[in-house]
């Protein structure tokens, strides 16, 4: 099979050190509008250490997932310090912001976007081959074969159910071996069964690779299964606390 050639970029080294995962101190973020000037994020200070899982949740609107956008770096905050898996992201230039994320995050969304022009093993080997892998695709099918696509590899997205697209983009994700996995309600677009399987692959491979999961969801039940729940409103953090409360009240 044809394999697609992409331009090789060598990411930053990592700073492998023992401090939080990811540490931001009062970050704020202010977006235009029509109407003038939108706060979301007003003052967040956040600790999460290596191998936790900490689910974010708050009403709609709250900034739950401007505050993931932060901490990906897809968002840059109108004031205060981001600091994730070891590097302070202020000082980084859009350039090195990508780089950054392929080096260490991996993100999975409630849309899958996948490239439709790409096979599912070209769609994972992406991220592989811009870190200069030599070994991309044997990664990348190995990466499928883990969330149970061994046989689909040479399908396009347009061949594949919702659930099998969301599993690509797990596969994407976490192929590259990253300490930081941020998911933006990665089961929205599926039903209920289809999300349960993609949620429980998605703590197995967590669990598997020691990595910190930060994941946004309004299901407090799931919020319970991992183990710190941040709560979001208004832009602030409203309660920060470990879980076994409510996963005795979701039992």
Request: with cysteine.
């Amino acid at each position: 099979m044809p394999q697609s050639r992409i331009p090789v970029s060598h990411p930053p080294q990592v700073q492998h050190d023992v401090g939080p995962v990811i540490a931001l101190d009062k970050v704020k973020l202010q977006l235009a509008s029509d109407a003038g000037p939108v706060t979301i994020l007003r003052g967040i200070d956040l600790r999460i250490n290596p191998g936790e899982s900490v689910g974010l949740v708050g009403p709609s609107g709250s900034g739950k997932s401007s505050l993931l956008s932060v901490i990906a770096g897809l968002e840059r905050p109108t004031s205060g310090t981001v600091e994730v898996v070891g590097r302070r992201l202020n000082d980084l230039s859009e350039d090195g912001l990508a780089l950054h994320r392929r080096a260490g995050v991996g993100i999975v969304f409630q849309s899958f976007h996948l490239i439709p022009t790409m096979t599912a093993l070209e769609n994972v080997a992406v991220p592989l081959e811009l870190a200069g892998r030599r070994d991309a695709f044997t990664q990348a099918e190995a990466a499928l074969r883990r969330v149970g696509l061994g046989q689909r590899v040479r399908h396009y997205p347009a061949q594949l159910s919702g659930g099998e697209q969301q599993r690509v983009a797990l596969a994407r994700a976490v192929a590259p071996g990253p300490r930081l996995l941020l998911a933006d309600e990665p089961t929205g677009n599926l039903d209920g069964t289809t999300g349960e399987a993609i949620i429980e692959l998605l703590f197995s491979l967590q669990g598997e690779r020691g990595a910190t999961l930060l994941l946004v969801t309004h299901d407090m039940a799931l919020a319970a299964r991992c183990d710190r729940v941040i709560r979001l409103r208004d832009g602030q953090v409203e309660s920060d606390s470990p879980t076994q409360a409510l996963r005795a009240a979701h039992a």
